[in-house]
């Protein structure tokens, strides 16, 4: 069944160390997102990318890296992890043409980060 | 700055009952309005969305209603249920990206109870 995966669901971590989430999907969608969703902030983009070969930065991009591996793969790294990036990502999906495309959730990594 | 602005955060209602949330945008150049719904443990998935061209759209038992002058648009539940219990974002977007780069609210956690 087509779908958004991450992996892993839940992980905590301590300041300094190197995270990366991992987003896949078989969808066949071009363009995929990150987002982070904190109490009474909403989600919000981290980054995104339209095909393999481009990324592009979101609204809250500082601390975070990304690599579009494949087209069905898109990792967020957080090089030296703080507490303040403790917070629900998500990756996201959509297809590439029309005016306006529905972005498809996967299910949410829970990030802790002592 | 917060470009789409959401109330209230949370909402309780008694089945039956008809909850109301608000949102507000800045940017005129926003014309893609649409509404995510998150169950817990789940990502958001896109419930209904309207363009500035209509001042309503329904679908089912979820209505959306869009004021361009003020800038404001609001969804309305019509006869809720406990199922419907979740937290909903409403979302801005822009023709230029595709509807790639949304812009969410804070969220409202909505409880209906039986």
């Known amino acids: 069944d087509a779908d958004v995966t991450q992996t892993p669901r839940n992980r905590i971590t301590k300041t300094g160390k190197r995270i990366m989430l991992e987003c896949s999907q078989t969808?066949?969608?071009?363009?995929m997102y990150w987002y982070r969703q904190d109490p009474g902030l909403g989600l919000r983009l981290i980054y995104y990318?339209?095909?393999?070969?481009?990324?592009n930065k979101g609204e809250i991009s500082d601390g975070y890296s990304v690599s579009r591996q494949a087209q069905a793969k898109f990792s967020l790294s957080l090089e030296s992890a703080i507490p303040n990036q403790t917070a629900l990502y998500f990756c996201?999906?959509?297809?590439?043409?029309?005016?306006?495309?529905?972005?498809?959730f996967g299910p949410g990594t829970r990030l802790t980060v002592l | 700055q917060q470009q789409v602005k959401q109330s209230p955060q949370s909402l309780i209602v008694q089945k039956g009952g008809i909850p109301i949330i608000n949102c507000a945008y800045e940017?005129?150049?926003?014309?893609?309005f649409p509404w995510y719904q998150q169950f817990p443990g789940k990502g958001p998935a896109l419930l209904i969305a309207?363009?500035?061209?209509?001042s309503e759209k329904k679908e089912g038992r979820f209505t959306i209603s869009f004021n361009k002058s003020a800038k404001q648009f609001s969804l309305h539940i019509m006869d809720s249920q406990p199922g419907d219990s979740a937290t909903y974002f409403c979302?801005?977007?822009?023709?230029?990206?595709?509807?790639?780069?949304?812009?969410f609210g804070e969220g409202t956690q909505l409880t209906v109870n039986p």
């Open positions: 969808k066949g969608h071009d363009r």
């Open positions: 996201a999906t959509s297809d590439l043409g029309g005016l306006y495309n529905e972005q498809f």
């Open positions: 309207i363009r500035p061209d209509v």
């Open positions: 990318s339209f095909d393999v070969k481009d990324i």
């Open positions: 940017n005129t150049a926003f014309d893609y």
């Open positions: 979302a801005a977007s822009m023709r230029e990206t595709s509807g790639s780069r949304l812009t």
